[in-house]
């Protein structure tokens, strides 16, 4: 009876991603009891973003009025390569400085709660694949884009995470040999030709060339203040440079796909992160690419769709895969 109830206890999640966190307390239904949001700040460093994140959990139950008994466990989803059996963050490129951070066994010696650490896409997509756009479907995978890409992959129902953790990293496969260095220290990387970033980075590249574009007049002509979600707002009311740069990152997360779909054949793939609020001004082109190049009958297998939790997919399948481990 004891455990029965102990089952039934909310988790704690925690969103980590390079440009937010989201601390959020979720019930054993995957209800959202509780949320709050924070900068990142992740051109701080580690220590000041391990304490927004200590912060965020203590202020989330101060606010609840909820006693860390009362919890069933703590969820930790973060940007970048996991150790999923040692709790580490080994690697983040959207998170400067994190190598080899313990982060699971940080916030578990600070609060005494059994407390688990998964990378924050492949929680996306166990929270799009419990409640969101890919219930029932077995075998999807879902990328995530915003300030970098990140990916999760579901294989027979059940996360794929690899012998050691670290599978999924779906924007750091190499697209261009020649491309752009990334900050992962290889070069080409889909993250640095489809990302947000790299979209924001272009739009800046071409008008500061000297190119004309009402980005201009979105960011009252500081070039530097131009963001992904400046160049959809202008590629949506029909400005050239913004649908240019858009239909070239589309491309190239197109050629990613191929990819995916030629070597692991799923279902649908589900595209989550700020740019999926694009929605088909992005995926078209990129449907488009896969229709040409993929394997025709891997191509027609797959459905290629947006993801329908928004930014409360990382904290759903954080909860998801706390309740999975114990």
Not at 194 to 205: F, H, N, V
Not at 285 to 303: D, G, W
Request: contains cysteine; glycine residues 12%.
């Amino acid at each position: 009876m004891q455990e029965a109830k102990k089952s039934e206890l909310p988790v704690l999640a925690i969103d980590l991603g390079g440009t937010k966190i989201i601390a959020a307390i979720i019930s054993d239904k995957g209800q959202v009891m509780a949320r709050e949001y924070y900068l990142t700040l992740a051109e701080e460093g580690p220590q000041p973003v391990i304490g927004r994140v200590l912060s965020a959990i203590a202020h989330l139950l101060d606010s609840g009025n909820l006693d860390l008994s009362e919890l069933r466990s703590i969820s930790l989803a973060a940007a970048g390569a996991i150790d999923l059996d040692k709790g580490l963050v080994t690697l983040s490129p959207n998170l400067p400085g994190w190598y080899n951070i313990p982060l699971r066994d940080i916030v578990k010696d600070k609060h005494g709660v059994n407390t688990f650490l998964i990378n924050d896409a492949s929680a996306a997509a166990l929270g799009e694949h419990q409640f969101g756009v890919g219930r029932g479907v077995n075998n999807l995978i879902l990328l995530t884009l915003g300030t970098g890409i990140g990916g999760g992959v579901i294989i027979n129902g059940k996360l794929y995470s690899g012998p050691c953790g670290s599978a999924g990293e779906i924007g750091h496969m190499t697209i261009d040999v020649n491309g752009p260095r990334c900050s992962c220290g290889n070069v080409g990387c889909l993250e640095m030709l489809a990302s947000g970033t790299a979209i924001a980075q272009e739009a800046i590249r071409r008008i500061s060339q000297g190119e004309k574009s009402s980005l201009a007049e979105i960011v009252d002509g500081k070039a530097g203040n131009i963001t992904a979600e400046a160049v959809g707002v202008a590629a949506k009311n029909g400005d050239s440079l913004a649908l240019e740069v858009i239909s070239r990152a589309a491309t190239y997360l197109g050629v990613g796909m191929v990819n995916l779909v030629n070597i692991l054949n799923p279902e649908m793939i589900i595209i989550g992160g700020g740019m999926a609020q694009m929605g088909d001004l992005l995926l078209d082109t990129a449907r488009q690419v896969v229709k040409e190049r993929a394997f025709p009958l891997s191509a027609q297998a797959v459905r290629i769709v947006t993801a329908q939790l928004g930014e409360n997919a990382g904290v759903l399948g954080a909860a998801v895969f706390a309740r999975q481990q114990n």
